[in-house]
């Protein structure tokens, strides 16, 4: 099996894949699951084309472009652009060869921690190792991290869960950190908040340090 084939399998094979893969790389369209009862009534996506304008700026008709979920295989109505499957989607963003959308998507599932068969060994660039950000987002989402950055910055609990919900910063290490993206949108390190007066008194000023994944 090909590298794009074995992502095209990983992504499509799955409707939960699938709609991580849209929220990740499409975040302006909308999701609209099917009711599962087998009458037809299919889980779709919506948004207003493949460069991630909302549906809601395409006029009135709310949106040109929707794919059916998992298969992601539809069309721009406006431009009469087609796709079958995250590769074309992803070269469509992008503006880039399918190689580099495999690529691309290579990262991301990598960087969701999902595991995919048949792919050979890479005959590109080395690629960059992800960074489990979510994951330690999610380890961060509790009581004691919101009431420090509640202290620290002055963020209400509710504005601090809607910050760790967008995945903006994390506490890792007793530190506070930023995500540091590659060009494919992939988290590849981290900046950390390694002082700050508001934590060292005798700190004159912040700093911060990039740390890279694996480090």
């Not at 099996?1 to 499509?12: G, L, P, R």
């Not at 919506?46 to 992601?72: C, M, R, W």
């Not at 590109?124 to 509790?142: D, F, I, L």
């Not at 995945?167 to 908040?193: D, T």
């Amino acid at each position: 099996m090909t590298e794009a084939a074995a992502v095209h399998q990983t992504i499509t094979g799955s409707l939960e894949v699938a709609t991580r893969f849209l929220n990740h790389f499409l975040p302006a369209g909308e999701i609209f699951p099917g009711n599962g009862s087998g009458d037809g009534v299919e889980a779709f996506f919506k948004i207003g084309d493949f460069h991630n304008t909302p549906a809601k700026e395409k006029g009135p008709q709310g949106g040109s472009v929707y794919l059916k979920l998992p298969e992601l295989c539809g069309r721009d109505k406006t431009t009469d652009e087609k796709v079958n499957g995250p590769i074309p989607i992803l070269r469509i963003l992008h503006g880039c060869d399918a190689g580099s959308a495999v690529e691309i998507a290579q990262e991301w599932l990598q960087s969701e921690g999902i595991e995919f068969e048949g792919a050979g060994p890479s005959r590109g660039r080395p690629k960059a190792e992800p960074y489990p950000w979510s994951q330690a987002v999610a380890n961060c989402s509790n009581a004691a991290c919101l009431n420090d950055l509640e202290s620290f910055r002055g963020f209400a609990p509710e504005l601090g869960r809607r910050i760790l919900s967008l995945e903006l910063l994390a506490f890792i290490g007793g530190h506070w950190c930023f995500p540091i993206h590659n060009k494919n949108e992939v988290v590849v390190g981290i900046n950390q908040l390694i002082k700050h007066p508001f934590y060292q008194p005798d700190a004159a000023r912040q700093q911060w340090v990039p740390k890279p994944a694996g480090d």
